[in-house]
């Protein structure tokens, strides 16, 4: 059983930055490809990065493609999402996530385990 506990979440005004992690625990991190979700209110679930088992690729949803950045450190068994830029649509719950294999990693569905989420909410 791999647990995920999410945190650095928050209230940030727009145009700046925050730093997400995401622990993991009970599992073998540095085996598993991970990714990160967001759902705002009202709104469904939606794919925002992903990073392979061996951190060569990596992967972003449009909407935060050069202003986010996912990465990974298996020593630490940590996965972390920098957010630079953040404009008030970035307002959500994000959520980490963990797979297997690095396929379908836009799609939660394929997700084996995941945290809790940690909010995040961008002033304008």
């Known amino acids: 059983q791999v647990q995920l506990v999410e945190s650095g979440g928050g209230l940030v005004q727009a145009g700046g930055p925050l730093r997400l992690s995401c622990v993991a625990s009970?599992?073998?991190?540095?085996?598993?490809?991970m990714g990160w979700f967001r759902q705002a209110p009202g709104k469904e679930r939606e794919f925002v990065a992903a990073?392979?088992?061996?951190?060569?690729?990596?992967d972003y949803a449009d909407s935060v493609k050069g202003r986010f950045t996912i990465s990974k450190d298996n020593a630490k068994n940590t996965v972390y999402l920098q957010m630079n830029s953040l404009k008030p649509e970035d307002t959500a719950v994000y959520s980490c996530a963990s797979k297997h294999t690095y396929r379908n990693y836009a799609d939660p569905n394929r997700y084996d385990y995941w945290g809790q989420g940690t909010q995040v909410t961008v002033s304008s």
């Open positions: 009970g599992g073998s991190f540095s085996s598993y490809a």
């Open positions: 990073i392979s088992w061996n951190v060569v690729s990596s």
